[in-house]
């Protein structure tokens, strides 16, 4: 069974990794975390509730620098 996030999950993480939008009315959002890694995340915002498919939110995984899915997810649950 997948690993399911709503928007909103993804929406803290890039709180989290200070990631702003690169230009406006854009979906490209980059930031430099705490940890000192530039991101880019692709992300296409809606509202909190809405699920994510499992490939976004694979792909989202990966360019937050995660290994995969579960590893994202124990990062949230850890950090909330």
Known sequence: MPIRFSMGHIKRLLVYFNMQLLRKGGFIYGGLGK?????????DYH?????????????????????????MKKFIDNNK
């Open 47 to 71: 509202k909190d509730n809405d699920t994510l498919r499992p490939g976004t939110a694979n792909s989202i995984a990966h360019s937050l620098k995660f290994k995969d899915v579960e590893e």
């Open 35 to 43: 940890d000192g890694i530039w991101r880019t995340c692709k992300f």
